[in-house]
């Protein structure tokens, strides 16, 4: 057992005895550069502003004996000649089970004015994805407690997940509903570079009290410096990667990853990064798969992620929604035309895929699925005709049916915000809209986190 002398021996061996320590030559806009100290990409400095009064600032570019920082507050107060002295450490957050039910800042710090959480535990910032070698196999289905998610969409463990929408169509509502409802472990919820207005919204009305318990929430809104709003993804990722070592199965909730994306576009373009596709740095393309990667399954534990992408005028096809397709598991896209009638969750179900989706679920799961998609598949394409009353009744007995069963279909994927649905009842439910009788061996239990599919 860990003595008060060991805490404080562990405290002193960490301590550098010998300082780098260079001055302030030039600041512009977000970019602070200095002569010295001798540092690395990454490493936290501390910029002396006043008599005991300094900021922290991170090494972000080295040009020749320049030294390019970005400060984690406002640059106000910064003179030139100001000291800047290197830490010799690199960003890391102190990690418990302390953390639930916690809110904490971009740098790991309590921001709900219950204490600061004591740990002797930290965990880097900034770290590598798991060896995609000693990666476990995705094969446990995964309950979010949303019903047309859990039905048409089926998630694994360890699953990574693409929202994409507009703005106002949805995305942080049915964040909340998967953090109350979901059978994982453990939530991590990252709000990165969100309206302040909306922190206590989503504790409040969307987690409320039941999905705070289990949840750790790392925010970083979007009135805050840009290299504040890129270490709140990774300090969310970091906390995700503690719980996920201790064998549990984690649910990553970020919101959202192009509020990262246009913070690693204004670094990018302050510290000379030429701009490439629509203003974007090549420095957004390389890391953006080195935060992603970072989530989904281990050997212990797994961190199962759904990501919230803004996507700009509904357009699919834009850098940050078109890269980070390309990486997950999967995308759901929610419609503003679902959401104008009032269809919550506004899940397009059809232009929505689980890439292993088959991997999780079973022969009849999968066969209802099949059938549920192409009845409405079959009543899109019509819609029109069958709108005006062009089509006739009897015509065709494909369309028929997908008449008949659309407005049950329609309702089954409707959600409110407060309804939990339990996975096993939302399976045979889907089974009896399809005319598909689910074998009890295909149907999870409600108790665990995850089931195999026999």
């Known amino acids: 057992m860990e003595t008060i002398i060991d805490k404080y021996l562990k405290i002193a061996e960490n301590i550098d005895p010998i300082k780098c320590v260079g001055h302030v030559s030039k600041v512009q806009g977000l970019l602070i550069e200095s002569v010295g100290p001798s540092a690395i990409i990454g490493e936290i400095c501390r910029i002396e502003i006043g008599e005991e009064v300094y900021l922290q600032a991170e090494v972000v570019g080295l040009h020749g004996g320049t030294i390019q920082l970005m400060a984690y507050s406002e640059t106000g107060g910064i003179r030139v000649g100001d000291r800047v002295v290197a830490s010799g450490s690199s960003l890391d957050v102190a990690v418990s089970d302390k953390l639930l039910g916690r809110v904490l800042d971009a740098k790991g710090k309590a921001a709900d004015g219950k204490g600061e959480i004591e740990s002797g535990v930290r965990y880097p910032v900034m770290a590598n994805p798991p060896d995609p070698l000693k990666r476990a196999r995705i094969t446990k289905r995964i309950a979010t407690g949303v019903r047309a998610i859990d039905s048409m969409l089926a998630v694994g463990c360890g699953q990574r997940i693409g929202i994409f929408a507009g703005s106002g169509v949805g995305k942080s509502t049915l964040l909340g509903m998967i953090a109350r409802n979901t059978n994982a472990d453990v939530n991590v919820v990252a709000l990165i570079g969100e309206r302040g207005r909306e922190v206590n919204d989503f504790i409040e009305k969307d987690l409320g009290e039941e999905g705070l318990k289990k949840s750790v929430l790392v925010v970083t809104p979007s009135n805050s410096p840009p290299l504040l709003r890129l270490r709140g993804a990774y300090t969310a990722t970091a906390v995700a990667e503690y719980f996920r070592d201790k064998g549990k199965n984690v649910m990553l909730l970020f919101d959202s990853i192009t509020r990262f994306a246009r913070a690693m576009r204004e670094i990018g373009l302050a510290t000379g990064e030429p701009p490439a596709t629509r203003g974007y740095p090549p420095s957004m393309f390389d890391q953006m798969p080195k935060l992603l990667e970072r989530s989904g399954s281990a050997e212990t534990g797994s961190i199962t992620s759904f990501y919230t992408i803004l996507v700009d005028g509904d357009d699919m096809d834009e850098p940050v929604a078109d890269t980070v397709r390309g990486i997950l598991d999967g995308h759901i896209v929610l419609s503003r035309k679902l ?36 009845l409405m598949a079959i009543y899109d394409e019509n819609e029109k005709l069958i709108n005006v009353g062009a089509y006739h009744a009897g015509t065709n007995a494909l369309i028929d049916n997908a008449i008949a069963k659309h407005d049950s279909i329609e309702n089954f994927l409707m959600q409110g915000i407060g309804e939990k649905a339990a996975i096993r ?5 889907l089974g ?21 599919e026999e």
């Open 339 to 374: 959401a104008q009638y009032y269809h919550y969750p506004a899940i397009d179900v059809l232009r929505s895929v689980s890439r292993l989706e088959k991997d999780v679920s079973g022969p009849a799961i999968q066969h209802a699925v099949g059938v549920i998609r192409r």
């Open 425 to 429: 009842d939302t399976l045979v439910k």
């Open 432 to 452: 009896e809209l399809a005319g598909v009788t689910i074998p009890e061996e295909e149907l999870p239990a409600e108790s665990s986190g995850a089931e195999d």
